[in-house]
């Protein structure tokens, strides 16, 4: 091969190196500009996204997961109950009702991925009293009708993560006390709530 033609394959070779570099370098730009902007829009969970809403889950007295019914729930601190699941009969339509209490102990929380894969859940009804929701407490659930209690006062990043959108979601409280609701970050499905 004479010099001429070995001096033009060595700069094709090298363009296309420096073309691939610079293709890598814009595609990671893009990842970064993307990744920053998903950031803060509060779609990344990192405990609290939004410094302006303080969430604070519920501490858990111990890890003893206990038993009633259909529920699964957890003694917290204050003497109260989380529930972290419920498995009830498969069948064509469900609809659970949370009762007000479990062991003789309030329920004040639902936790994370409470009813997570409950496919033929179709109705909710969360009772006065609890004022905490956990994230992704409905995933994987479809056209569902929720009843939010007038108690509630936090509903975690994400708590709607990996679950269709409700057909209707219901707050048996005011306009009013529905905006003092803390709500993190994640939730846009809740600007559809009806209120009392």
């Not at 595609?27 to 920053?36: D, E, F, G, N």
């Not at 009762?99 to 102990?105: A, D």
């Not at 209707?168 to 993190?184: D, H, L, M, N, S």
């Amino acid at each position: 091969m004479s010099r001429r033609k070995e001096k033009i394959v060595n700069t094709q070779k090298n363009n296309r190196r420096a073309f691939v570099i610079l293709l890598v370098t814009a595609a990671v730009a893009v990842i970064l500009v993307v990744l920053l902007l998903l950031e803060q829009n509060g779609v990344f969970y990192r405990g609290q996204t939004n410094p302006e809403i303080q969430i604070i889950a519920p501490e858990r007295a111990d890890d003893v997961l206990r038993s009633e019914g259909i529920y699964q729930y957890g003694l917290l601190k204050d003497g109260t109950v989380m529930l972290i699941s419920a498995s009830p009969e498969e069948g064509e339509e469900i609809s659970i009702t949370v009762p007000e209490t479990l062991g003789g102990y309030r329920v004040t929380a639902i936790g994370q991925s409470c009813f997570a894969l409950l496919m033929d859940l179709k109705t909710l009804v969360i009772p006065e009293g609890v004022t905490y929701i956990g994230r992704g407490f409905l995933y994987g659930t479809v056209n569902i009708t929720l009843y939010l209690p007038s108690s509630l006062s936090q509903i975690e990043t994400l708590a709607f993560e990996g679950c269709s959108a409700p057909d209707e979601i219901r707050y048996a409280g005011t306009a009013e006390q529905w905006a003092a609701v803390r709500k993190g970050s994640g939730n846009s499905v809740l600007s559809r709530v009806v209120t009392s």
